[in-house]
């Protein structure tokens, strides 16, 4: 590795780091300081005497000076300590520990499909630019781009759910049910998955699209595209060894940028089909004004796009020869 | 391609020509002409709508067979679960979704060109500062940051455009520093300090005018989105609970179990109207940006 390139990984996991402790003051100014003191939302509920308050405040540590309790609040994240969810009376690192998975396990499934169908439809519009098929891709990408995801979740609920019985419109597997066999259990989960990965591949689709077909429409305009054309390369070589080599680098940023998207949407899905994943929580937490639940989930959302968006940092030193031959 | 000749630097006079242009050019654009078209069908709506269709919040439904009921003579669309006119309601939440649209994207371009020039204009540590804090929000995953903000600082219409507004700047922000730090270096800027102009004034008077037709396209593809975070808010159940918008009567046909009772007068006519709105401008800001965007032209 040359001396730039542990530079610029240096520098990257530098900001990384900045990045994240800004997350977490932010998040404990926002909480803490804010109207979110936890003793303040609680006697707002109950009758307490002054007394009960101050031995709460006591015990939350919120009569100490406010950068002991920032301290605090730092050795608490990195020990995993989350707190008490107000509504679940279970400790909060627990809860998202359950559904963090159930949220992996249908956003994996919708990425893939939104990055390798948003890919292969962007390329196919540029190789054919200007013709109709290119013009309807275009139109079609800016109207799914333009729905709302919650709505297009009920739309789909009622149209295959309720008017043709078709598929299962809530939850990840049936509630009850006992399966004779492992794979009957499967096909159960893998049909509570298809209408909210429809809906999530469907709103984030046209955004790869046009970033591919964007991209790849620049890249083909190129004189090294020129020079393997006359090289006598055949069309497809060209097009896919050339052109969608070279085009794939915004694609690769849009995809860090697509993990704060699908956050977003996977919030309105899970909340749609009653997913019991990490936006159902937050969900459910805002409704109930369960602040602790909010506030970690919040962090965990927040780590999870910085993490990406280092990885396509990362990628990068692979993919781009800027940065890798530096 | 004569509007981006004009739209050049040092020829401020041209600029009021080019927006025009660029208009013009936009609306010989079939996608960019349904746009106007729709955005056109949405403002009237919502304009004369509510005029000729007053919607009364308090015109509830004497007996239960008024509630959730389909479309009859009297409620062309029905009625939702307080057995109120679904269709009035519908033109009714047009205003709200406009309104906020329009008002937190006034504030996240004042705040993203504010940020963005005195980012690029000033070389010290707050242009530092200031680029690390746009870097900032735009890695933070904008829904979950207003969902937070909004379920802690409260649900009234004003905070809502505030926090939208206040979340969505931070593209505007980039487009507008890398704009600046091109600029800045130009000549006529050059003659500008040596004729004695401040700095305030050079990026005021003679570099914002500059960056501005840059940012029009986003200007009009950040009302969309602020529509969509609007109604998604609401769905959610942090709108405003005093004022009718089409994510507040989603959010009721949602936890009414509109779609499950196939009660699809409720559902559809709200999100259609976001999606005519947020279509509108999304087809008129790609227009914009094909059109305004150097990168971009000729395609």
Request: hydrophobic letters at 55%; glycine letters at 8%.
């Amino acid at each position: 590795m040359s001396r730039r390139r542990v530079r610029y990984l240096g520098s990257k996991i530098a900001q990384v780091v900045i990045t994240l402790l800004a997350v977490a003051t932010f998040n404990f100014l926002l909480f803490h300081v804010l109207p979110g003191d936890p003793v303040r939302l609680q006697a707002r509920a109950g009758h307490l005497q002054p007394e009960d308050i101050a031995r709460l405040r006591e015990l939350y540590g919120l009569d100490q000076p406010l950068y002991a309790q920032y301290f605090v609040y730092l050795r608490d994240l990195l020990t995993g300590n989350l707190g008490t969810s107000f509504s679940f009376r279970e400790p909060v690192a627990e809860l998202l520990a359950q559904r963090l998975l159930n949220t992996v396990q249908l956003l994996a499934l919708a990425t893939v499909l939104v990055i390798l169908i948003g890919i292969v439809a962007g390329v196919i519009a540029a190789s054919r630019r200007g013709s109709r098929l290119d013009a309807s891709t275009v139109v079609t990408s800016l109207f799914f781009w333009s729905l709302p995801t919650f709505w297009t979740g009920l739309v789909l609920i009622f149209i295959f759910g309720v008017y043709l019985h078709w598929l299962p419109i809530s939850g990840a597997s049936t509630p009850g049910a006992h399966f004779k066999s492992f794979w009957d259990g499967a096909i159960d989960s893998l049909r509570h998955m298809i209408l909210p990965t429809i809906t999530l591949v469907l709103v984030d689709i046209g955004q790869f699209v046009l970033i591919t077909r964007s991209s790849l429409v620049d890249v083909m305009t190129e004189d090294f595209i020129l020079t393997a054309k006359a090289k006598g390369l055949s069309r497809r070589r060209v097009l896919w060894g050339h052109g969608v080599r070279n085009a794939l680098l915004p694609v690769v940023t849009a995809s860090a940028l697509y993990v704060a998207l699908v956050i977003g949407g996977a919030i309105q899905v899970e909340t749609v089909f009653s997913w019991p994943g990490m936006g159902e929580l937050i969900y459910d937490a805002v409704l109930k004004r369960d602040y602790p639940v909010i506030e970690a989930t919040f962090l965990l959302f927040a780590v999870t796009v910085i993490l990406a968006n280092f990885l396509s940092d990362l990628l990068y030193l692979w993919i781009d020869p800027r940065v890798r031959n530096a | 391609m004569s509007a981006l000749a004009a739209a050049a630097p040092e020829q401020d006079r041209g600029r009021v020509a080019a927006a025009r242009a660029a208009m013009g050019l936009a609306w010989s654009d079939p996608i960019g002409r349904v746009g106007f078209l729709l955005l056109a069908l949405s403002v009237a709506l919502a304009v004369v709508g509510p005029v000729v269709f007053p919607f009364d919040p308090t015109a509830v439904g004497k007996t239960a067979a008024d509630i959730l009921r389909g479309p009859t003579a009297a409620h062309w669309l029905g009625t939702d679960e307080l057995g109120r006119d679904v269709f009035r309601e519908t033109l009714a939440g047009a205003q709200v979704s406009l309104l906020v649209g329009l008002l937190a994207t006034a504030i996240s371009m004042v705040a993203g060109t504010a940020v963005g020039l005195s980012a690029g204009y000033s070389r010290g540590w707050l242009g530092g500062l200031m680029m690390r804090v746009t870097d900032f929000f735009l890695v933070i995953p904008t829904l979950p940051l207003i969902i937070v903000l909004a379920a802690v600082v409260g649900q009234s219409l004003g905070v809502i455009i505030l926090v939208i507004g206040l979340t969505s700047w931070a593209s505007t922000a980039r487009i507008v520093r890398s704009q600046v730090l091109t600029l800045r270096e130009r000549v006529f800027v050059e003659r500008i300090r040596a004729l004695g102009a401040t700095d305030w004034r050079i990026a005021t008077v003679h570099i914002l005018p500059n960056v501005l037709p840059l940012i029009f396209a986003n200007t009009v593809l950040v009302i969309a989105g602020s529509i969509l975070a609007e109604a998604t808010l609401a769905f959610l159940g942090l709108g405003d609970p005093t004022h009718t918008s089409w994510g507040t009567m989603l959010h009721s046909a949602f936890t009414n179990g509109a779609s499950s009772r196939g009660a699809w007068w409720y559902l559809v006519p709200p999100g259609i109207g976001i999606v005519i709105v947020v279509l509108a401008f999304t087809l008129i800001g790609y227009t914009l940006d094909r059109i305004l965007n150097p990168r971009l032209r000729n395609r």
